[in-house]
């Protein structure tokens, strides 16, 4: 069956820019997960979604980063007034369910790039 | 709080070679620990998991033993080959509080030589 998929895989904006990335869990995983691969500071979490709610937003790095899900599916995070720092590879990842034991599969990522 | 510690690569074997990748962490509780590999130009696939103390997890010749007593998650191959080549993570996932994420390791980049 399909996989994470997310999009853009690329994305490239001026500093200052609205960002909305998305991500596409696989279908049925109640469970969904936003994380952050940059160079300096490695695999980050971010936030976790179980259905629409969001019960862990503790790893969002400011206000200017905010998440939704709709559906039970579909998830959007946007990056208000982007800043270079915000230059990194987003990942998405899902799991059938909540629990420490259930893996994560994650997308390919979208690269983004701040100018 | 929860945390996971590799060893510092790159690792660069002969093919044929026997691999061990370290990995430690410090968690409360029970967590459940994985490693997921990165392969170049890819995303992050999940190798291998172990949810419990003395589980073995393993996949594709890869082994890794969940050991409670030494807080380890040592990721083993017996004779890699240059399709091993890729970015190795340790993980583990301590869903505390009922908040479930993993918390990963920094990488540790393996090559592998013909």
């Known amino acids: 069956g399909a996989g994470v998929s997310q999009s853009p895989s690329n994305k490239v904006t001026e500093k200052g820019k609205d960002v909305e990335l998305r991500c596409d869990p696989i279908?049925?995983?109640?469970?969904l997960y936003w994380y952050r691969q940059s160079l300096g500071q490695g695999l980050e979490f971010l936030i976790y979604?179980?259905?629409?709610?969001?019960?862990?937003k503790s790893g969002l790095p400011s206000d200017r980063f905010s998440a939704e899900r709709t559906g039970g599916s579909v998830s959007t995070l946007t990056i208000q007034r982007t800043q270079q720092e915000d230059s990194a590879v987003y990942l998405c990842?899902?799991?059938?369910?909540?629990?420490?034991?259930?893996?994560?599969?994650f997308g390919d990522g979208t690269r983004l790039s701040i100018l | 709080g929860n945390s996971v510690t590799q060893m510092e690569g790159p690792v660069t074997l002969s093919e044929e070679a026997f691999l061990t990748i370290n990995c430690t962490y410090t968690?409360?509780?029970?967590?459940?620990l994985f490693w997921y590999v990165q392969y170049p130009g890819e995303g992050l696939q999940l190798l291998l998991k172990?949810?419990?103390?003395?589980d073995k997890g393993s996949n594709k010749g890869f082994e890794a033993t969940y050991r409670k007593e030494t807080t380890s998650f040592h990721l083993e191959k017996g004779s890699v080959q240059v399709s091993d080549s890729a970015v190795y993570f340790c993980?583990?996932?301590?869903?505390?509080?009922?908040?479930?994420?993993?918390?990963f390791g920094a990488g540790t980049r393996l090559a592998v030589h013909p």
């Open positions: 990842a899902s799991s059938p369910g909540g629990g420490r034991d259930q893996p994560q599969h």
């Open positions: 279908s049925g995983h109640t469970a």
């Open positions: 979604f179980q259905g629409n709610s969001a019960p862990d």
């Open positions: 968690a409360t509780g029970y967590p459940s």
């Open positions: 172990a949810t419990k103390a003395n």
């Open positions: 993980a583990l996932n301590g869903f505390s509080g009922g908040y479930n994420k993993l918390i």
